[in-house]
Nanobody, 122 residues
Framework: VQLIESGGGLVQSGGSLRLSCAASGRTFNNYAMGWHRQAPGKEREFVIGTAWSDGDTYYGDSVKGRFTFSRDNAKNMVYLQMNSLKPEDTAVYYC????????????????WGQGTQVTVSS
């Protein structure tokens, strides 16, 4: 099973990026999917995610109103649209998956991607 992120890069403050996560090796239709990030010298934090059952999206406080999450179960893909980026959004972003949203939320999912770097310049 693999989660492979793409779409990271360097962007100016106020800009946008769209991250993608391709899941392979199994079907993730009944999995909670989401994203975490880890900035240098900081702990990994929950960014955004959805449970498979209700489809509601849950946000980390620092990204509400700026980041949106979407998933295409048919393609086993999830996406993170990041708008109004700030320098403090600079981090490695990780795709994550677990049968239970709680596990994903607390940073203990069954599956992690390898991460993609996002750098926001001021």
């Amino acid at each position: 099973v693999q989660l492979i992120e793409s779409g990271g890069g360097l962007v100016q403050s106020g800009g946008s990026l769209r991250l993608s996560c391709a899941a392979s090796g199994r079907t993730f239709n009944n999995y909670a999917m989401g994203w975490h990030r880890q900035a240098p010298g900081k702990e990994r934090e929950f960014v955004i995610g959805t449970a498979w059952s209700d489809g509601d999206t849950y946000y980390g406080d620092s990204v509400k109103g700026r980041f949106t999450f979407s998933r295409d179960n048919a393609k086993n893909m999830v996406y993170l649209q990041m708008n109004s980026l700030k320098p403090e959004d600079t981090a490695v972003y990780y795709c994550a998956a677990d049968e239970r949203l709680r596990q994903l939320y607390v940073g203990a999912p069954e599956y992690w991607g390898q991460g993609t770097q996002v750098t926001v310049s001021s």
